[in-house]
């Protein structure tokens, strides 16, 4: 495609064709013309390699989570998918089996019984009410629209609540609770998926995926902290799930709040 002496990139020379890539840009030497064979290779040691440590990583994040999560603390990393990887896949595919399988986003607004009495009641009520309707309707439609975004933005907020609990108990520092975090996320993912193809005999959903995700949790750290009392380690992630959902309830009843002053 172009001359062997320099780098189609950069335009560095080169020593030739035994030089496989440039030492300036990291380009490949010849540059590779597209064809059936590059397909091939980049399938191979792309999109498989790629796929090969993904089954690995979540085949362990369900079956053994505590060495998933020491391999990756320790620096056995080799084998495994980057956690910011794991996480925005296994979101995306929530929100896509959300859409297919229960035909709606994986957060609904907050819903209230007594509605259509409080809009009979008074016209005060009525437009306070349908103004937090609108509002929680808001906020759902976003976090269904940017549910990676969202899961993204609400980790260094778990990462910190669990740093905060656990800080006394082990030297963990933040950055290494932040990798935890986005690992059980997407082992909540997992779960999340599972429960999915059971939702006709789930009503309650989005319980169900919470009560799973603080079990996985309590048997992931438990694994992790191998060699703790267990009780330990169960009451400071009960406690710190306590805490992390308070937080997230208290950030969405703050946004609807926001909307209802400016609408």
Known sequence: MHEE???INCVRAVAGPQQKFCPDCGQPTPARRIDWGYVGHELEHGVLQMDRGLLYSLKLLMLQPGRLLRDYIEGRRGNQAKPLLL????????????????????VKAVAHADAAAAVEAGSAAARHMARFTAASQSVAGWINANFATFTLLLLPIEAGVRWAVFRRYSRLNYPEWLVISTLLVSQTFVVWMALISLHRWLPQLLQW???????????SLVQF????????????????????????????????????VAS
């Open 5 to 7: 002496s320099h780098c």
């Open 87 to 106: 996480v925005t896949l296994t979101a995306a595919a929530v929100v896509l089996l959300g859409r297919f399988v229960l035909g709606e986003g994986v």
């Open 209 to 219: 995926v919470a009560l799973f995700a603080v079990v996985y949790c309590v048997f």
């Open 225 to 260: 902290f191998q060699g703790r009392p267990a009780w330990q380690t169960i009451w400071r992630v009960l406690l710190a799930e306590l805490v992390f959902a308070v937080i997230g309830q208290v950030l969405m009843a703050v946004a609807i709040f926001a909307l209802m």
